[in-house]
């Protein structure tokens, strides 16, 4: 013992200094939670992001020439059948030679320089390349032909086309948007004589349900649900 009392070995025992704060004590518990958290951020921003819901809808591309829908569908009036000729024939709507551009063009508005690319088309034979606005997956098939044959109206899959200066896409064309129509076709439907007028809305005093209902019996509507109705 030394003159305190104490043996040599026995000196007082201060605390040891932490080398990390208390609060890292909590890191095991609150990684679980974090992970869960982070797992519900990385599916929702994969589901809003890359869904064709929000991926697509909205895309309006740059055409090689300024081509006005308002303008022509809208004012002029023209008849969406009078471009797209095969709508009414085939899976594909087509698009217009340039040939029927020029139908009109070689006597209104000849000159105009918006019209450069399409004169020297005209002339040359060369296609214009437009760029292709709604796209569907190469293993989808749709049928515009069966679709304007049971009273679909262009309006459903393209929106107002005839107010849009650059057309974009107003609809996702997705499977399940697809579905939702096969399941209710409905209100969908309009005669068929009237696939073409944007503008068209169900009889005044008619119940709209009621009536879409009436012309899925009449056109012998039965849009298939199954796999094999879009996959071939």
């Known amino acids: 013992m030394d003159s305190t009392g104490h043996r040599p070995d026995d000196r007082d025992q201060s ?12 890191i095991p518990r609150v990684i679980p939670l974090a992970a869960v958290a982070l797992g519900i951020v990385v599916i929702g921003t994969v589901w809003f992001w890359f869904s064709p819901k929000h991926t697509e809808v909205g895309y309006a591309p740059k055409q090689p020439v300024a081509y006005s829908h ?8 023209i008849d969406c059948r009078y471009c797209h000729t095969a709508v009414e024939k085939g899976p594909h709507a087509s698009v217009p030679p340039t040939e029927t551009c020029m ?12 019209l450069e ?3 020297q088309s005209y002339q040359t034979g060369q296609p214009i390349e437009w760029t292709k606005v709604h796209n569907l997956a190469d293993f989808a098939y749709f049928s515009h032909a069966q679709h304007v044959a049971k009273g679909v109206g262009c309006v459903e899959c393209h ?4 107010q849009m200066e650059v057309v974009r896409v107003t609809e996702p064309l997705s499977m399940q948007w697809c579905l939702d129509c096969h399941r209710n076709p409905g209100p969908n439907l309009r005669p068929k004589d009237q ?6 809305t169900p009889p005044e005093g008619t119940d709209p349900v009621a009536y879409g209902n009436q012309l899925v019996e009449q056109y012998h509507v039965a849009a298939p649900v199954d796999c094999s109705g879009c996959h071939r």
């Open 15 to 26: 605390p040891v200094p932490y080398v990390f704060p208390p609060w890292v004590n909590q």
């Open 70 to 77: 308002k303008l022509h569908a809208g004012q002029l009036g």
């Open 103 to 114: 139908n009109c063009h070689t006597v209104v508005k000849y000159d105009s320089p918006k």
């Open 117 to 119: 690319l399409v004169r």
């Open 159 to 162: 929106g107002r086309v005839d």
């Open 195 to 200: 696939v073409t007028n944007m503008a068209w």
